[in-house]
């Protein structure tokens, strides 16, 4: 059965750092996984995402040279360094591993989500 655990959100200030955890289980290989946000009211994007295999990675305008994600397929997780928060970072964060191919950042490529993990940054 295949599921996914994100932990590590929380609350800091701006400019401050989190780091996000997402374990993964039920594949026998560490899949590609996405990082993705939703804030109230808008629509959940995808933030982060790692291939499958480890070589490339991708990530939204909005958090290059921010945010960076990464992966130990020993430990079947997948990492999300966040820098310099910014309020508009203000979200909750899903992991998810996707299933099709296609753009890398349309959630409907991705079968298995965890059940989120909030982050909050005030000014």
């Known amino acids: 059965q295949v599921q996914l655990v994100e932990s590590g959100g929380g609350s800091v200030q701006s400019g401050g750092s989190l780091g996000l955890s997402c374990v993964v289980s039920?594949?026998?290989?560490?899949?590609?996984v996405g990082w993705f946000r939703q804030s109230p009211g808008k629509k959940r994007e995808g933030v982060a995402i790692?291939?499958?295999?480890?070589?490339?990675?991708y990530y939204a305008n909005s958090v290059k040279g921010r945010f960076t994600i990464s992966r130990d397929s020993v430990k079947r997780t997948v990492l999300l360094q966040m820098n310099n928060l910014k309020p508009e970072d203000t979200a909750l964060y899903y992991c998810?591993?996707?299933?099709?191919?296609?753009?890398?950042?349309?959630?409907?490529?991705?079968?298995?989500w965890g059940q989120g993990t909030q982050v909050t940054v005030s000014s």
């Open positions: 998810a591993a996707r299933h099709a191919g296609g753009d890398v950042f349309d959630e409907s490529q991705y079968s298995y």
């Open positions: 039920g594949y026998t290989a560490l899949p590609t």
């Open positions: 790692t291939m499958a295999g480890g070589g490339t990675s």
